[in-house]
Nanobody, 126 residues
């Protein structure tokens, strides 16, 4: 079974930076895409950024464009999320996710991924 493990969360002040990482292990891991989602208390889970492994393209939520960068290291089955100019509204639990090449899953809220990590907390104080 594929397992995703996130790291790098923490607490920062407004304007600070954090780098999240997600490593995949186990099973037969052939990702179509990898993504970061987040969920704040009382709010629905939302997609933050995703990367399509084969073509190397990236997509971002409007709220994080220009501040967050997603990148992947295919050889290590790892994806990172570099977050800069953090705002209090970025406070949430951040989840790594991935969809398999061999499924109908995607990395969007409308077509959910196949695999999810446990999440890592990001807290931005004003």
């Amino acid at each position: 079974q594929v397992r995703l493990v996130e790291s790098g969360g923490g607490s920062v002040q407004t304007g600070g930076s954090l780098r999240l990482s997600c490593s995949a292990s186990g099973g037969t891991y052939s990702p179509y895409c990898m993504a970061w989602f987040r969920q704040a208390p009382g709010k629905e889970r939302e997609g933050v950024a995703r990367i399509y492994i084969g073509r190397g393209t990236t997509e971002y939520a409007d709220s994080v464009k220009g501040r967050f960068t997603i990148s992947g290291d295919n050889s290590k089955n790892t994806v990172h999320l570099q977050m800069k100019s953090l705002k209090p509204e970025d406070t949430a639990m951040y989840f790594c996710a991935a969809a398999s090449l061999f499924s109908s899953g995607d990395c969007t809220t409308g077509s959910p991924p196949d695999y999810w990590g446990q999440g890592t907390q990001v807290t931005v104080s004003s």
